[in-house]
């Protein structure tokens, strides 16, 4: 897994989705949010760097089965949408 923060991080991904690229947040909801956590009484806010990442966190596809034209397309896509103005 590649992960990756950026604050364009739904756009990026719906960017992804259009092209089939897998691109998922498996991080988000920070730890104190979730719902086997809650006992600890914590709430938004305490821990705004936890709560940040979990905002623009996203894993890109990484694997040894991945062949090297289907990496310099992932690379090709994520690069496009960087030279994007906006």
């Not at 966190?57 to 310099?72: A, H, I, K, R, V």
Request: net charge negative.
């Amino acid at each position: 897994m590649c992960v990756f923060l950026n604050v364009w991080t739904v756009l990026i991904n719906k960017s992804l989705k259009q092209k089939e690229i897998l691109s998922v947040s498996y991080y988000s909801v920070p730890l104190h949010q979730q719902p086997v956590f809650e006992n600890l009484g914590r709430k938004e806010g305490d821990f705004p760097v936890a709560e940040k990442v979990a905002n623009q966190c996203l894993s890109l596809p990484m694997s040894p089965y991945l062949n090297q034209g289907e990496l310099d397309f992932v690379v090709s896509e994520i690069s496009n949408l960087c030279d994007q103005p906006g």
